[in-house]
């Protein structure tokens, strides 16, 4: 997706953060926490020009929804574009080392995932800081590198 | 997870969807997403059909034979949550026009999700 669309969404979900409780509301949370961070990702991979930055949109790694001409969304294979999240798909091309720096920061976010939304184990204050803080960083690496000149 | 616990961790995601805005289309249908798979996996258990251990995530994860085994057991659920996972390419992940209407349509599919699984097992 282009980065501007990217851009709109952070700040969109953002505010939205802003509204939930980290705890009370853990599951959302955490669920627009990680999505905050997978756009500033994408955001960062496609101004270094590791990914692709076009309106296609993932279904699975390498299967794309893809806008014919008539407009109509189709899916179909297309080289990388967004990732769904970090890791999936992995990127084999050199990745510069500050967003080599915010994957391993949203790798933190994604590390809890599964146990506390999926599973069982009951979300900690500890466990929100430490995601809190891991986007944060994340967000600061992406307004670095994106200060330098888009 | 045990049946009792997806109906809470349900019920907590649909009380979070009350602060979604006008706005927030996204996370609406995520919020749909996460809180229909609650309520599947709510009606899979009490109806016997799976472990508390065997867990649905996403429809399109699941291999075709346990498509087939869950259809068996609620094929309109299985096809609602579908049609909610199918909105969150074009909509969550991309920037197509129509988000407020995708995400209206994703909760009137949880609010019938949660109305079945309700009735079928108070």
Redesign the interface.
Known sequence: MNIASHLEKIGRFEALRARLDSLEDFDLWFWVTMNTGTNAVNVALHHAGVTRADDVFPTQPGVYLIPAADGQLLPGFHPLGDVLHVGRPKVDAPVPEDIAEMMRAMEVIEHHRDPCVRGEREPTPAIAEECERALRRCLELLARRVGKGT | ?QAL?HRQ?AE??E???A???P??H??KI??AM?AGTHWVNFVLHRMGVTKAEQ?V?HT?MLTVNELRKYSVADVWLMLAMDEIENLR??H?????PGGAAAADRALELLGKIRAKATQQFR
Request: with cysteine; glycine share 8%.
């Open positions: 997870m616990d961790r907590r995601v009380r979070s969807l602060k979604c805005g706005h927030d996204e996370m995520e919020a996460l867990d995530m399109y390419p074009a969550v992940r991309g920037n197509v």
